[in-house]
Antibody
Framework: EVQLVESGGGLVQPGGSLRLSCVAS????????MHWVRQVTGKGLEWVSSVLTSGEPFYADSVEGRFTISREDAKNSLYLQMDSLRAGDTAVYYC????????????WGHGALVTVSS | EIVMTQSPATLSVSPGERATLSCRASQSVSSNLAWYQQKPGQAPRLLIYGASTRATGIPGRFSGSGSGTEFTLTISSLQSEDFALYYC??????????FGQGTKVEIK
């Protein structure tokens, strides 16, 4: 069974930092492109960042320069380092996988809540 | 950025009836369109990809159609477990994936 389990969410002050982790199981992690997608409570879905199997990262304009995505295939893990956090970054962050960059997301984690507030 | 527009925002349907959801792209996305279902407190679940291919384990009452800029998700006979939020997503223009704002299917 495919499982994606996020951790690291929580409350942080504006300007602060947080690191999300996602541990994968039930599939060959190194062969999938991995993504972070966020959802503001009661709102829609927003793509945040992706890292391909090659390690090449991609970012939405809204987080470029502030967030850093990385993967560690030996540990079946995906990370999102979030710096200079803003109130607008408050959301549930989902870890997700796709079999390629030109494929849809076929599995999602349960999500990690990040709250940016003073 | 490709803007995805879903309609209606809310669809009230009686159990056993057909539901038709629409998704429009601001420019062509070919058939690189997916539909997801999301229930309260849960992550989205892939229903349809390639505009019309059901994902693994998805019941036959869910069907997708369309290409280019106009897409439709049809639920042929709504079951109680189908009342949820539905999102479309284009994955044609990498890396800027975009989602529609969602359609809520509620019990009439």
């Amino acid at each position: 069974e495919v499982q994606l389990v996020e951790s690291g969410g929580g409350l942080v002050q504006p300007g602060g930092s947080l690191r999300l982790s996602c541990v994968a199981s039930g599939f060959t992690f190194s062969t999938y492109d991995m993504h972070w997608v966020r959802q503001v409570t009661g709102k829609g879905l927003e793509w945040v960042s992706s890292v391909l199997t090659s390690g090449e990262p991609f970012y939405a304009d809204s987080v470029e320069g502030r967030f850093t995505i990385s993967r560690e295939d030996a540990k079946n893990s995906l990370y999102l380092q979030m710096d200079s956090l803003r109130a607008g970054d408050t959301a549930v962050y989902y870890c997700a996988r796709s079999w390629s960059a030109y494929s849809p997301i076929d599995s999602w984690g349960h999500g990690a809540l990040v709250t940016v507030s003073s | 950025e490709i803007v995805m527009t879903q309609s209606p925002a809310t669809l009230s349907v009686s159990p056993g009836e057909r539901a038709t959801l629409s998704c429009r792209a601001s420019q062509s996305v070919s058939s690189n369109l997916a539909w997801y279902q999301q229930k309260p407190g849960q992550a989205p679940r892939l229903l349809i990809y390639g505009a019309s291919t059901r994902a693994t384990g998805i019941p036959g009452r869910f069907s997708g159609s369309g290409s280019g800029t106009e897409f439709t998700l049809t639920i042929s006979s709504l079951q109680s477990e189908d009342f949820a939020l539905y999102y479309c997503q284009q994955y044609d223009k990498w890396p800027t994936w975009t989602f529609g704002q969602g359609t809520k299917v509620e019990i009439k």
